[in-house]
């Protein structure tokens, strides 16, 4: 039911909305849309939010959450997920349950903890949930260097450090981790993948300016895209990458925070392709 073999490849988004559009729910389904793959999403939590930040949060209930994947996989179906913002411990553990219960393929986590602005995502007993139940369910889990530093419990100034925690996230069960650097200073940016032990990095320039706002939900669901378009782990990871960077590099210009991404820069740039973007080394 949820395997994809032909015909158009389908993704799943279980996260939060952002009212501003930048992240959350609304990143993902225009980054699958971007990346040739149809979009599906429930809904864990509705945020009053703009560039500035989060005015107000409305946790939906687990129940309903759970009413939504249902709802989408027993039609649709679906070929990859990728989890957002999950609010709660009862949320994280709705979600857990029907990813087991329904066999859903190709787990992409992106521990959203704490927004762009500093306003926080998810609670701590989501958190321990996500460490205890979520991340051994997964094909892969996405966390920043802030997200890697709660998940491993060390601090991480350097890439040593960043594969170090990379290890010790990858004992809580996930199949995969990448570790993105972008919070460590230098010109370049190191985002660093643990895959059954064996290590890849992925290095790029920094890309400057303001239009950083969602560019953790993107990557994940680009990662998300390319696994459900039937490509390998690493290779989706560098897509992605390459993808967030041209992104940034074309963001619109709206808000005076934080600004969103230009998540159809492919198409603005270069006409529609159906191909994923190149890999960055």
């Known amino acids: 039911m949820t395997t994809h073999s032909t015909g158009t490849p389908r993704a799943l988004t279980i996260a939060g909305s952002d009212s501003g559009a930048g992240a959350g729910i609304q990143a993902d389904l225009k980054t699958f849309a971007a990346l040739g793959v149809y979009g599906t999403s429930a809904l864990t939590a509705l945020t009053a939010q703009n560039t500035l930040g989060v005015t107000a949060i409305l946790v939906v209930?687990?129940?309903?959450?759970?009413?939504?994947?249902?709802?989408?996989?027993?039609?649709?179906?679906?070929?990859?997920?990728?989890?957002?913002?999950?609010?709660?411990?009862?949320?994280?553990?709705?979600?857990?349950?029907?990813?087991?219960?329904?066999?859903?393929?190709?787990?992409?986590?992106?521990?959203?903890?704490?927004?762009?602005?500093?306003?926080?995502?998810?609670?701590?007993?989501?958190?321990?949930?996500?460490?205890?139940s979520l991340l051994r369910l997964a094909r892969i889990v996405t966390p920043n260097i802030p997200e890697a530093e709660i998940l491993s419990g060390i601090p991480i100034t350097s890439?040593?450090?960043?594969?170090?925690?990379?290890?010790?996230?990858?004992?809580?069960?996930?199949?995969?981790?990448?570790?993105?650097?972008?919070?460590?200073?230098?010109a370049e940016v190191a985002d660093l993948i643990c895959e059954d032990g064996v290590?890849?990095?992925?290095?790029?320039?920094?890309?400057?300016?303001?239009?950083?706002?969602?560019?953790?939900?993107?990557?994940?669901?680009?990662?998300?895209?390319?696994?459900?378009?039937?490509?390998d782990l690493v290779s989706a990871v560098g897509a992605a990458k390459a993808?967030?960077?041209?992104?940034?590099?074309?963001?619109?210009?709206?808000?005076?925070?934080?600004?969103?991404?230009?998540?159809?820069?492919?198409?603005?740039?270069?006409?529609?392709?159906g191909s994923a973007p190149a890999i960055l080394r």
């Open 199 to 231: 290590l890849h990095e992925f290095v790029g320039a920094r890309i400057e300016g303001p239009h950083t706002h969602g560019t953790g939900c993107t990557f994940a669901a680009a990662v998300a895209a390319g696994l459900a378009r039937g490509t």
């Open 61 to 132: 209930p687990a129940e309903f959450v759970t009413a939504q994947i249902e709802a989408v996989v027993s039609d649709i179906g679906c070929d990859a997920v990728k989890t957002g913002m999950l609010a709660t411990s009862a949320i994280v553990e709705a979600v857990v349950a029907a990813v087991e219960a329904l066999d859903l393929p190709n787990l992409v986590v992106d521990p959203v903890m704490v927004a762009k602005s500093g306003d926080r995502l998810l609670d701590d007993d989501a958190v321990h949930a996500v460490k205890a």
């Open 159 to 186: 890439r040593t450090d960043m594969r170090e925690a990379a290890r010790r996230i990858a004992g809580f069960g996930p199949r995969a981790v990448v570790v993105k650097g972008g919070h460590l200073p230098g």
């Open 243 to 273: 993808y967030v960077a041209g992104a940034m590099a074309h963001g619109v210009e709206v808000g005076r925070g934080h600004r969103p991404l230009g998540h159809f820069w492919q198409t603005d740039q270069a006409g529609p392709s």
